[in-house]
């Protein structure tokens, strides 16, 4: 019997995700279509002898996340259950907290997923790689380029064995090209050095108290554990710590940059997983060219021209003589007729006006570097705001014939004008 674990972190975690967070939690912004960890729960959910679902994460359960879990449950016919952090407890730390409800009904193993991946999830192949030699920890890693490669947790294997000798999480020189692709599988046993750092931590705290020490912004909150650096950092090189490489699809969602490309990634998946969900070609119906998601409930002209790489919420409106491309539309939004919207996410219930033109710059990896990621984006660079996606937040409004280019829109902004490389506030 099999469990997985998602860890869905909290709300004050998604400020690269502004101003996308404010209207839904992180890890239910769609990507392709459904919920980001739509795709980590179908993954986990055709593992054969899976038993439950597990999410760990601080936010409050609110209604958009019980609606999600609802349907989830009925769709995947098992049990998919919240468990509310009191704090943030780090990546481990939740772990630890709930080990009661993880362990419960005596799993043999139990996947850990981070919720902001997008990956093809090779979690079969992971178990077979666990069942014959059954250490502790596995480690999902794919590799990045020399500099890519210091914003992820770098492993160091022995290319025999694959045990992980060496682990630095986010180092600041060249380490390894091998990076942790925050998707694990943990034996029960993981639980143990997970205890020992929590006690560690106990202690530590107990001392300083007496010793009359006690800053509280000098200790970590009761419990937080950092997977990353208070286990794998601490174990590497004493074989429990294994790595399981894989040259599938992955990426990280750190950004509303990044949850375009993964939903790039997982469209292009779709043919093989999914095709019920790709829009074809129908007499009188949208032009549709590759990859191209549409919600059965959004109205789309026959005269529109989507794709690649587009994906269309539920009750949108598309109009006639509109051209949508490696876009996001989500849910409730109008596009009006002969309107451009091009590498761009709009926002729920927004607006973009008759001949309006939204466009943004990608950011993705070099195409010509197989090795090269998403990179991690800042916004600014010496103080200016670097050409990326156009963002615009919920029920935006774009008036006709304007040109909003490389921009950034807060949420319920009613523009009068055309804006260039601006945040609108
Ligand atoms: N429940 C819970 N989840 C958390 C917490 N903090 C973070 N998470 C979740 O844990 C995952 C990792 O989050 P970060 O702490 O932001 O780490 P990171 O920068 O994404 O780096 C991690 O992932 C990379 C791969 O994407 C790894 O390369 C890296 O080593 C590390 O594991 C995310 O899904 C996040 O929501 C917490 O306190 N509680």
New binding site residues.
Partial sequence: MLKAVI????PQ?GTRFRPLSFEVPKPLFPVAGVPMIQHHIEACAQVPGMQEILL???YQPDEPLTQFLETAQQEFNLPIRYLQ?FA????G??LYHFRDQILAGGPEAFFVL????CSDFPLNAMLDAHRCQRHPFLLLGTTANRTQSLN??CIVENPQTHEVLHYV?KPSTFISDI????IYLFSPEALKPLRDVFQRNQQDRQLCLALGEDSPGLWPGAGTIRL?QDVFSALAGQGQIYVYLTDGIWS?IKSAGSALYASRLYLGRYEFTHPERLAKHTPGGPQIRGNVYIHPTAKVAPSAVLGPNVSIGKGVTVGEGVRLRESIVLHGATIQEHTCVLHSIVGWGSTVGRWARVEGTPNDPNPNDPRARMDSESLFKDGKLLPAITILGCRVRIPAEVLILNSIVLPHKELSRSFTNQIIL
């Fill in positions: 860890l869905i972190g909290g975690k760990i994460g601080f952090e943030p407890l780090g990546t730390g939740g981070n919720a902001d991946v992820y947790g999480e990076i942790n692709c925050g990353e990280q």
